[in-house]
T-cell receptor, first 113, second 116 residues
Framework: DVKVTQSSRYLVKRTGEKVFLECVQD?????MFWYRQDPGLGLRLIYFSYDVKMKEKGDIPEGYSVSREKKERFSLILESASTNQTSMYLC????????????FGPGTRLTVL | GNSVTQMEGPVTLSEEAFLTINCTYT??????LFWYVQYPGEGLQLLLKATKADDKGSNKGFEATYRKETTSFHLEKGSVQVSDSAVYFC???????????????FGKGTHLIIQP
């Protein structure tokens, strides 16, 4: 079974703090993704990566950055957290280029006060 | 661009009722289509998928048929159970023609409540 884990289930931060959300997958997947999930908006793609050190912007990259130094780990960074970044963050991975089935982690619920 | 439209709910049914959740899409290119399910307190799980026109995806008694002519991928189940209560997301993916990856485009989700 594919396993995608996220470092925290719940996180509370203050406005202006730098926030790191970590995601690890154990199945040697090439592609990794970060989404945020908001009521009434569904899931929206923030960033994705198809290889180590490679990254691509999704639909809503503003206010976020990412890092992928190792194949199994994909980090989402909020340089200066704001209250409008309070959300559920979901990480996903997929096997290789040209495949599209994504496997999701349990999510991190981030609250920015 | 790509988009997915689905009924938002909540949809409330009695146990053993027939379920349909409508999903329509617009896409640049030829998409693969998915239904994901999110049970309370959990992440998204793939429920079923279809990759080409007229394909039928099925799993756990749920079915959906890829209808290119109506750009639809409606989810159906003949007899729902209380344990089917969850949020259901329709999604699509259009892979770049030169290879590579791309994210999923999701609908807003349909909250399904099954009453005993």
């Amino acid at each position: 079974d594919v396993k995608v884990t996220q470092s925290s289930r719940y996180l509370v931060k203050r406005t202006g703090e730098k926030v790191f959300l970590e995601c690890v997958q154990d199945m040697d997947h090439e592609n990794m993704f970060w989404y945020r999930q908001d009521p009434g908006l569904g899931l929206r793609l923030i960033y994705f990566s198809y290889d180590v050190k490679m990254k691509e912007k999704g639909d809503i990259p503003e206010g976020y950055s990412v890092s992928r130094e190792k194949k199994e780990r994909f980090s989402l960074i909020l340089e200066s957290a704001s209250t409008n970044q309070t959300s559920m963050y979901l990480c996903a991975s997929s096997l290789e280029q040209g495949t599209d089935t994504q496997y999701f982690g349990p999510g991190t619920r981030l609250t920015v006060l | 661009g790509n988009s997915v439209t689905q009924m938002e709910g909540p949809v409330t049914l009695s146990e053993e009722a027939f379920l349909t959740i409508n999903c329509t899409y617009t896409a640049t290119g030829y998409p693969s289509l998915f239904w994901y399910v999110q049970y309370p307190g959990e992440g998204l799980q793939l429920l079923l998928k279809a990759t080409k026109a007229d394909d039928k995806g099925s799993n756990k008694g749920f079915e959906a048929t890829y209808r290119k002519e109506t750009t639809s991928f409606h989810l159906e189940k003949g007899s729902v159970q209380v344990s089917d209560s969850a949020v259901y997301f329709c999604a699509l993916s259009v892979l770049p023609s030169g290879g590579g990856a791309d994210g999923l485009t999701f609908g807003k989700g349909t909250h399904l409540i099954i009453q005993p």
